[in-house]
């Protein structure tokens, strides 16, 4: 019998410690008519059901409600309901469109979108498939007109009226385990495109399109029947969200602990071009906008500098033009040691005009320090020796500047070193002009980087340098061979010194294939990499914005994915914070600290 004493409620919660177990906070869309938020009792009754936490998030197009809400969510439901308004992917209304809901399509749109950006997981039931199809570029067919299977049924909402056909190896086919399930069906409308963004899982008999998920591995699914309503069979599908919303909550907990640091980008090349740091700009993949959305706390932009070939110069490699403007020095010539200048003054400007979120960093104290204040952080780096010309004093310049490493050279051999790509065997390894770079890194407490230093280059620089060196963008040539990817016993020989292999997500270093380079290429780099060098001797280093990023790991605001992918292996979490930048920093504190 049913207590309506409230102390004795209060006495069951609090009879134990904690009074309740953390579970995962599911955000549901509602509807709207008239005055009232409306959801109907099924969808937060198969959240509990699953293990969530339901959450009802009224139809508002604020932004400053919809971030805030997003920042307590772990996953969300794009609930059902009335037709898309078809404005909102340029059409004009057909004869057959149904009622549209004014109050919910702008708020739906931009928490699907903000939440995707995210990497929250997202289940669409419905109109919700719908929903999560327009927000990422598909296309929605507003009115079916007659098909050969009934979508609109007349039947109990509990009862399944039609097939659909599941492909293998989808979302889908992992939840029910099969290639055919029945469904209920309560729909006109249908997706008809679903774009780059998602792949089609599962069609009626008619050719409709019943279910949609990421072609990214990311947690986003779609379906176009309403699973609330099929007890079990449809908890299958809340409890798959429910999961992916804990894992993802998971990661976020191991964010905000650990320190989390990409050891190469190439993003400052476009300064010059009038990019904003402080948008989310599509012209970049690394911005405050998705280092924030990625939770990542720190990167290492280098100032990159191509190598030329014989007969070229140097400013027909750059985007001189841009150069020249915003130098304000139009017809002037630039030399590399300028450019990599300009290039830090860019850096040091843009800083400067976000100092509340961002701050230049030099030494791994200064990295904890911003984390702890919440603002992100930029460690400077060189990409091609080529910087210092001949001259060994600007080692101690662009020390001095705060740069942490210097990668000895590109493609194309240079004065300090030959190189992994359009080598010549100039030198036969490093220089007698490179031992001397290296020796002033040294003394400078500089990072003496190899990554895209041929193989003897590699060993010379091993031997020549006091401290260990790092390979700060490699992969593993075991798994793809290519020049510019390390052998294990280069590996083996870099663990051995205590030097540091952080493995990069350019396409064309991960597999034979560059265009199905994905997440999954990337973690097998990683994993082959510990398995040879050890745990102590592995990182990651994007390459973003140098052509680097693959599907899952596509720019800044993804690399929660990785951590995701982490924890599903079972790394702990001391593993994942050597790998996200702990033994970098391992290294980097020993090179600061030489010679003290």
């Known amino acids: 019998m049913e207590s309506f004493n409230l102390e004795s409620h209060l006495n069951d919660i609090y009879a134990t410690f904690p009074e309740g177990n953390h579970r995962p906070i599911i955000g549901l869309t509602s509807d709207h008519a008239d005055i009232d938020a409306t959801l109907r009792d099924r969808y937060y009754k198969q959240v509990v059901a699953a293990g969530g936490t339901p959450v009802i998030i009224p139809p508002v197009a604020d932004r400053h409600v919809i971030i805030n809400t997003l920042e307590h969510l772990d996953g969300l439901i794009l609930t059902g309901g009335a037709d898309v308004n078809p404005l909102w992917t340029g059409e004009e209304p057909e004869s057959g469109v149904g009622h549209v809901n004014g109050e919910r399509d702008l708020a739906e749109l931009l928490i699907c979108r903000l939440a995707l950006n995210r990497q929250i997981p997202i289940l669409g039931i419905c109109r919700g498939i ?161 280092m924030t959305d990625g939770r990542q706390d720190a990167v290492t932009m280098v100032s990159y500098l191509p190598q030329p070939r014989e007969g070229e110069d140097f400013s027909q490699l750059v985007d001189y033009a841009k150069i020249q403007t915003s130098m304000h020095r139009p017809g002037a010539t630039i030399t590399p040691t300028q450019y990599a200048n300009l290039i830090f003054d860019k850096i040091e400007e843009i800083v400067a005009a976000n100092s509340r979120y961002v701050s230049i960093a030099r030494t791994p104290q200064q990295l904890y320090e911003n984390k702890a204040a919440g603002r992100k952080s930029i460690m400077l780096g060189i990409e091609n020796g080529f910087a210092l010309g001949q001259d060994l004093n600007l080692v101690k310049h662009f020390a001095d500047r705060g740069i942490v490493y210097i990668t000895l050279c590109h493609n194309g051999d240079n004065d300090i070193c030959d190189s992994a790509a359009r080598t010549n065997h100039t030198h036969d390894g490093v220089s007698e002009f490179g031992e001397e770079v290296i020796r002033e890194m040294n003394r400078c407490g500089v990072m003496v980087d190899l990554s895209h230093g041929g193989v003897k280059s590699f060993y010379d620089a091993l031997e020549i340098s006091q401290t260990p060196i790092v390979c700060s963008h490699s992969s593993c040539r075991d798994l793809c061979d290519v020049p510019r990817n390390l052998y294990d016993d280069q590996l083996r020989a870099l663990a051995a010194k205590g030097g540091v292999a952080q493995i990069t997500i350019y396409k064309g270093f991960l597999c034979k294939n560059p265009s199905e380079a994905s997440i999954v290429n990337v973690m097998q780099h990683l994993e082959h990499a510990i398995a040879v060098a050890g745990i102590d001797h592995v990182g990651l280093g994007t390459d973003f914005d140098g052509d680097g990023g693959a599907p899952g790991l596509a720019d800044s605001s993804e690399l929660i994915n990785f951590t995701i992918e982490l924890l599903r292996r079972r790394y702990s979490e001391d593993d994942i914070r050597k790998i996200w930048g702990g033994n970098w920093l391992r290294v980097m504190t020993q090179v600061q600290n030489y010679g003290k």
């Open 130 to 290: 719908q929903t999560l199809t327009i927000a990422l570029g598909g296309h929605v067919r507003q009115d079916m007109g007659t098909t050969e299977v009934k979508h609109s049924q007349n039947a109990d909402r509990t009862l399944p009226t039609h097939s659909v056909r599941i492909e293998q190896d989808s979302y889908l086919y992992h939840i029910y385990e099969s290639e055919n399930i029945f469904v209920n069906s309560f729909h006109h409308q249908a997706v008809d495109n679903p774009g780059k963004h998602l792949r089609i899982t599962a069609k009626a008999a008619d050719g409709t399109i019943e279910g949609v998920e990421s072609t990214e591995y990311k947690s986003f699914l779609g379906v176009q029947w309403h699973p609330e309503w099929l007890e079990a069979d449809g908890l299958k599908l809340f409890s798959w969200l429910v999961k992916r919303a804990a894992e993802y909550r998971e990661a976020c907990d191991v964010h905000s602990r650990v320190l989390t640091l990409d050891t190469h980008c190439d993003t400052p090349m476009f300064f010059p071009q009038g990019i904003h740091f402080e948008r989310r700009d599509p012209r970049i993949l690394v911005d405050l906008h998705k």
